[in-house]
C-alpha cells in the first residue's frame, strides 16, 4: 500500500472550473508538501502545511492532520496551471514521501 | 531571486562508470537534499545532508551512492558504477531550516547505457 495516495490520478477541467486534489497519508508525518511539476520536468514548491490552511494567489491548500488528509484547490483555474501537483509528506527526520501526482490539463 | 542550479542538465554514460552529480544549493540553506524520478514513476527521496554529514537516507541510497559537499557551494551526489536502472532524473532541493520550504533545482537527467 502506498504511504501516500492521491486522487484524481488525471484531472481535466475548462478554464475558470473550481479544481480539488485530494492527498491521503498512512503515515505520521511533521509535514505535508504540495508540489508543483511542469511538462519540462521542474518542480516548483507550492505549499509547506502542518495545520490548517494556507493561501496564495488562487491555490489554496488544506491539511487535516486527525483524519490524515490535504486537499489542494485552484480556484479560477487557467490553462497556465496545466502541470503535474505532487503530494509529499516529512516523516521522521528529513525522509520525504511523495504521491504518484495528479496529472491537470486546463482546456481553455 | 535566488535559486537551485545543477550542472550537467543532461548526461549520457557507459554502464559501471562512474558520475557525479553538481548542485549549489542557495547560499544561505542549510539542509540539502537529492530525490530521483524515474521516468513515468514518482519521485524518490535518496537522501538529505545537514553539517556535513547525511542525516537521512532511503534503502536507494546504498553503497554506490555518495555525496558530498567539497566547498561552500557545491553540493554533489556520487554514483559508482551505473546501472541500467539509474537511468532518472535526478534533483537537488535545499532549504534553510528543516521545517522550512524545499527548493528545487531544475534537475540533472542521467541516461545510463
Known amino acids: 500500500k502506498n504511504e501516500v495516495e492521491q486522487s484524481p490520478q488525471n484531472l481535466t477541467a475548462q478554464e475558470g472550473e473550481f479544481i480539488t486534489i485530494n492527498c491521503s497519508y498512512s503515515v505520521g508525518i511533521s509535514a505535508l508538501h504540495w508540489l508543483q511539476q511542469h511538462p519540462g520536468g521542474g518542480i516548483v514548491s507550492l505549499f509547506m502545511l502542518s495545520s490548517g490552511k494556507k493561501k496564495h494567489g488562487r491555490l489554496i491548500a488544506t491539511i487535516n492532520i486527525q483524519e490524515k488528509h490535504s486537499s489542494l484547490h485552484i480556484t479560477a483555474s487557467h490553462p497556465r496551471d496545466s502541470a503535474v501537483y505532487i503530494c509529499?509528506?516529512?516523516?521522521?527526520?528529513?525522509?520525504?514521501?511523495f504521491g504518484a501526482g495528479t496529472r491537470l490539463t486546463v482546456k481553455p | 531571486e535566488p535559486e537551485v542550479t545543477q550542472t550537467p542538465s543532461h548526461q549520457v554514460t557507459q554502464m559501471g562508470q562512474e558520475v557525479i552529480l553538481r548542485c549549489v544549493p542557495i547560499s544561505n540553506h542549510l539542509y540539502f537534499y537529492w530525490y530521483r524520478q524515474i521516468l513515468g514513476q514518482k519521485v524518490e527521496f535518496l537522501v538529505s545532508f545537514y553539517n556535513n554529514e547525511i542525516s537521512e537516507k532511503s534503502e536507494i541510497f546504498d553503497d554506490q551512492f555518495s555525496v558530498e559537499r567539497p566547498d561552500g557551494s557545491n553540493f554533489t551526489l556520487k554514483i559508482r558504477s551505473t546501472k541500467l536502472e539509474d537511468s532518472a532524473m535526478y534533483f537537488c532541493?535545499?532549504?534553510?531550516?528543516?521545517?522550512?520550504?524545499?527548493?528545487f533545482g531544475p534537475g540533472t537527467r542521467l541516461l545510463v547505457l
Open positions: 532541493a535545499s532549504s534553510r531550516q528543516v521545517q522550512e520550504t524545499q527548493y
Open positions: 509529499a509528506v516529512r516523516s521522521g527526520n528529513n525522509d520525504m514521501r
